[in-house]
């Protein structure tokens, strides 16, 4: 299944397809930036029942007057078998455009992004055939952009800078830079980018410090992320309240509530379950009668 991060580190080039002139720069190659910049099929499929997709693919002129493919691929481990591909996605598509191909691989870990980066030789090795060099961006080499100022310069490097540092030590005053920034940034292009970050942080930790705030110092921002977090909040403070109120009626009925049962009352954030509870709490002789029948099942998955 293609994740959240693999998604991100190739739709920015989509997005902000300019930037690869930044990171090539960054990473001490030289190339123009484009003047034009056109979204082709990523589809590489044979006419025989052969599947091939590159994450992401461009045409790209620039300033210069050169004109060149770039493919973008967002590797999220070591694979043996990807070399291979790749050097057939450089075949395939100077073969169909009659265009220079570029192959720049995004990664999230300085060891896949340094094992990505190898030069890998095809052919007898007394006499290599090919050599694949893709242009590797990671950890290891991108920018760690903390200064909301430089953040401000280049916005889609800075989101790049992000996604690639994930799990760097640095990412919560990465993170903390953005915030700085996009409030006075138009939405059009704001909007996209703290998409693209909560993309890209996918399941690591980090991306609860993104979420939190993107409620807080982005509370600016309307999207499913906000509306997610908004939405979680308001039911967990209606949880809080129905348990509340159960132990109200058990108290004002003068039942004795053990600690065991108050925690589970109050560990509770399934609202039906709550609701039922109350409902019991209205009759029942003791506290531990508002969990019989059968409730053990249902509550464990609230």
């Not at 994740?3 to 739709?11: D, G, V």
């Not at 980066?117 to 920018?143: K, S």
């Not at 939405?231 to 132990?247: F, H, S, T, V, Y």
């Not at 109350?278 to 531990?288: F, K, M």
Request: some cysteine.
């Amino acid at each position: 299944m293609v994740s959240s991060p693999h998604e991100a580190m190739h739709r920015i080039f989509q997005e902000h397809p300019g930037l690869f002139s930044r990171v090539s720069e960054v990473l001490g190659v030289d190339f123009a930036p484009p003047v034009s910049v056109t979204v082709l099929p990523n589809d590489l499929t044979e006419t025989r029942p052969l599947e091939r997709r590159v994450d992401t693919l461009l045409r790209l002129e620039t300033e210069d007057g050169g004109c060149f493919l770039l493919a973008v691929e967002a590797q999220g481990k070591k694979d043996p078998d990807k070399p291979a591909s790749w050097a057939y996605y450089a075949s395939y598509l100077l073969t169909k455009y009659r265009l220079q191909p570029m192959l720049l691989v995004v990664c999230q870990d300085r060891a896949t992004a340094e094992w990505a980066a190898r030069p890998v030789r095809f052919g007898p090795p007394q006499w290599p055939l090919l050599t694949l060099c893709p242009l590797v961006a990671g950890p290891h080499n991108m920018p760690v952009i903390t200064n909301p100022a430089e953040v401000r310069k280049d916005l889609a490097l800075a989101a790049l800078s992000a996604i690639t540092h994930a799990t760097s030590p640095d990412i919560g005053a990465i993170l903390k830079a953005m915030t700085h920034v996009l409030p006075d940034t138009p939405a059009e292009l704001a909007d996209p980018i703290i998409e693209l970050i909560s993309q890209g942080l996918g399941k690591h930790p980090v991306a609860a410090l993104w979420r939190k705030l993107v409620a807080v110092d982005l509370s600016f921002y309307k999207s499913y992320i906000s509306e997610e977090i908004r939405d979680e909040g308001r039911a967990e403070g209606r949880a809080e309240g129905r348990a509340q109120d159960i132990l109200t009626v058990l108290a004002e009925r003068g039942i004795d509530v053990p600690e065991e049962a108050r925690a589970r009352i109050t560990g509770c954030g399934d609202p039906e379950t709550l609701n039922r509870w109350l409902r019991r709490a209205v009759t029942a002789p003791s506290a531990g009668e508002i969990f019989a029948d059968g409730d053990e099942d249902g509550d464990e998955d609230a």
